[in-house]
């Protein structure tokens, strides 16, 4: 389908908590919005190049502000189990034998469709092979920021660990500038699993070519003893120390968090993203949103990636999300749904380096998304609180990426799904081998 765009009839709703706009147009030109209004103002559609909308509410697209794509391979391979023994024994065994190239690149296209059909326009990416994975969400029609993994052992596209910031670098030169939605970036895996030289010359190359900086952080209430060469107290604390706490960092997770920390990461500018499912499936604790929320931290929302979700739609983490902080402090009010839509559009852009992403105005990317309002669950349709506590993502219709329709009537036109599925089984079977000679967890009968 063709760059410009009309969408006509429409419902909108341009920001979260605004007031929806009944009978509304966009339009789309070279990628970018280019106006918006009511119908009475509609242009002149040009032939072939008009959505007629009604029935559909209209928004900006989500932003998964944290996933480990290539891992839909992994999905429900190793379940019920708390984060080291699921990591150790489980994952990066599995990562081990099966992480290439080729299972990157089909892999992180699975996860793309499930993503595009579940209303998510951009995603940050962070794994091995990432120039895999760049070529994946490319050609998916997606936006994205891909950040090259590095630890200080031998993972699948870096087996010796002297050449894990290096070969990060050689990514970041082969991938800046080359696509208009693709952004490499840098990501550190995580305190316990890089030391605090690699940590510093991982920031300073991420600073040095102005690629964002991501690193799991803080997740589990045991890390602060894992952490290899402790500089601080705590996790934050020893970021802080080694001078990686800045506005360029991204802290994913950062559950476990003391008042001193909060305060730290207020300080130094740097952004949080919060996977709720992930945290509550591994049971790794509840993250203090509302406490990093109300210092002006900025947080994005992030799927994780699906092994330890399960699923990438970012319709349910919005909900998990806005439910699970309630409970804390047993206050309804502590993180209201348009909060939580913030965090998975606008907020998520901006922390994870994309400001003029995840907003409907004009001027801004055409990532947008609709939803069939058509639907028992969500009629009568009053707020946009609905989209957070009802909405799905097979609610979704038809997304559009940077001005492009990739999905129309939940018909995914950038991707042939056949064919993805036909590259991922021969994989999935060989997983499906490996598992069958490992040694099954113990799972305790009480
Ligand atoms: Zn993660």
């Known amino acids: 389908m063709a760059n410009d765009l009309l969408i006509t009839n429409c419902s909108l709703l341009s920001e979260p908590g605004g007031v929806i706009g009944h009978r509304s147009f966009v339009e789309i030109g070279a990628g970018r919005i280019t106006a918006i209004g009511p119908m009475s103002s509609s242009p002149e559609p040009a032939k072939d190049t008009v959505i007629d909308a009604a029935g559909k509410l209209l928004l900006p697209g989500l932003v998964n502000a944290h996933n480990h794509c290539a891992m839909t391979l992994f999905r429900g391979l190793a379940d019920d189990l708390e984060l080291a023994t699921w990591l150790k024994e489980h994952i990066f065994p599995a990562e081990a034998a099966h992480v290439n190239p080729e299972m990157v690149y089909w892999c992180t296209l699975l996860a793309a469709a499930e993503m595009i059909r579940s209303g998510t326009t951009t995603v940050a990416d962070g794994y091995f092979f990432s120039g895999q994975a760049a070529r994946a969400l490319h050609d998916a029609g997606m936006r994205a920021v891909v950040a090259h993994g590095i630890v200080d052992f031998p993972a699948p596209s870096v087996p010796d660990p002297s050449k894990n910031v290096t070969t990060v670098a050689a990514f970041l030169d082969q991938w800046l500038g080359r696509s208009p939605r693709i952004t490499p970036a840098v990501f550190a895996h995580a305190p316990y699993t890089c030391s605090p030289q690699t940590l510093r010359?991982?920031?300073?190359?991420?600073?040095?070519?102005?690629?964002?900086?991501?690193?799991?952080?803080?997740?589990?209430?045991?890390?602060?003893?894992?952490?290899?060469?402790?500089?601080?107290?705590?996790?934050?604390?020893?970021?802080?120390?080694?001078?990686?706490?800045?506005?360029?960092?991204?802290?994913?997770?950062?559950?476990?968090?003391?008042?001193?920390?909060?305060?730290?990461?207020?300080?130094?500018?740097?952004?949080?993203?919060?996977?709720?499912?992930?945290?509550?499936?591994?049971?790794?604790?509840?993250?203090?949103?509302?406490?990093?929320?109300?210092?002006?931290?900025?947080?994005?929302?992030?799927?994780?990636?699906?092994?330890?979700?399960?699923?990438?739609?970012?319709?349910?983490?919005?909900?998990?999300?806005?439910?699970?902080?309630?409970?804390?402090?047993?206050?309804?009010?502590?993180?209201?749904?348009?909060?939580?839509?913030?965090?998975?559009?606008?907020?998520?852009?901006?922390?994870?380096?994309?400001?003029?992403?995840?907003?409907?105005?004009?001027?801004?990317?055409?990532?947008?998304?609709?939803?069939?309002?058509?639907?028992?669950?969500?009629?009568?349709?009053?707020?946009?609180?609905?989209?957070?506590?009802?909405?799905?993502?097979?609610?979704?219709?038809?997304?559009?990426?940077?001005?492009?329709?990739?999905?129309?009537?939940?018909?995914?036109?950038?991707?042939?799904?056949?064919?993805?599925?036909?590259?991922?089984?021969?994989?999935?079977?060989?997983?499906r081998r490996f598992a069958a000679h490992r040694p099954k967890p113990a799972v305790p009968v009480r």
């Open 201 to 431: 010359r991982a920031k300073e190359l991420a600073d040095q070519q102005g690629a964002r900086f991501f690193i799991h952080l803080a997740e589990t209430q045991a890390e602060q003893a894992l952490i290899i060469d402790p500089q601080g107290s705590t996790p934050v604390r020893h970021l802080a120390e080694l001078g990686i706490l800045d506005e360029n960092c991204v802290c994913v997770h950062a559950v476990w968090l003391d008042d001193y920390d909060l305060d730290l990461l207020a300080d130094s500018g740097a952004a949080v993203v919060a996977c709720p499912h992930s945290n509550l499936k591994l049971a790794a604790g509840i993250a203090r949103i509302p406490d990093l929320l109300g210092r002006g931290i900025s947080v994005g929302i992030g799927t994780d990636g699906c092994a330890s979700n399960n699923s990438l739609d970012m319709f349910r983490e919005m909900d998990l999300l806005a439910k699970i902080m309630k409970l804390r402090p047993l206050d309804a009010t502590a993180l209201p749904a348009s909060a939580v839509l913030r965090c998975g559009t606008t907020e998520g852009a901006r922390v994870i380096g994309l400001a003029e992403v995840g907003t409907v105005a004009v001027g801004a990317p055409a990532d947008l998304i609709m939803l069939d309002q058509r639907s028992p669950h969500l009629t009568p349709f009053y707020s946009g609180d609905l989209l957070v506590y009802a909405a799905a993502g097979s609610d979704v219709t038809t997304t559009i990426i940077d001005g492009t329709v990739v999905m129309h009537d939940r018909q995914i036109l950038s991707i042939d799904l056949a064919k993805v599925y036909r590259q991922v089984a021969p994989l999935s079977e060989g997983v």
